[in-house]
């Protein structure tokens, strides 16, 4: 069983700056694939970014690359998500999950197993 617990979400205006962090508890994701998932109200859940077990690949949508970095420290057992020059249209709750399937498919929501419960992430123009 594994528990992961985002933060770091808050309101903030556009271009500035936040970083989410996932913890997790239970066992160790140091050897599974990360991803980053967003859900925008009366929108469907869509991917951000995910990141491979070590040595790491990290993958991201078009609309947050170049602006958002996906990190992981697996002695913390965290995955990070830094987040620059945030848009009004990032506002969403943001996810992180466990995937099982690897980086090739991690912007697909089926191959995960494991979700935390979000962090609401408010960008004003």
């Known amino acids: 069983q594994v528990q992961l617990v985002e933060s770091g979400g808050g309101l903030v205006q556009a271009g500035d700056s936040l970083r989410l962090a996932c913890a997790a508890s239970?066992?160790?994701?140091?050897?599974?694939?990360m991803g980053w998932f967003r859900q925008a109200p009366g929108k469907e859940r869509e991917f951000v970014a995910a990141i491979s077990r070590s040595p790491t690949i990290s993958n991201y949508s078009d609309s947050v690359k170049g602006r958002f970095t996906i990190s992981r420290d697996n002695a913390k057992n965290t995955v990070y998500l830094q987040m620059n020059s945030l848009k009004p249209e990032d506002t969403a709750v943001y996810y992180c999950?466990?995937?099982?399937?690897?980086?090739?498919?991690?912007?697909?929501?089926?191959?995960?197993?494991?979700w935390g419960q979000g962090t609401q992430v408010t960008v004003s123009s």
């Open positions: 999950g466990r995937n099982l399937l690897g980086i090739g498919s991690a912007y697909q929501e089926v191959g995960y197993d494991y």
């Open positions: 239970g066992r160790t994701i140091s050897s599974y694939t």
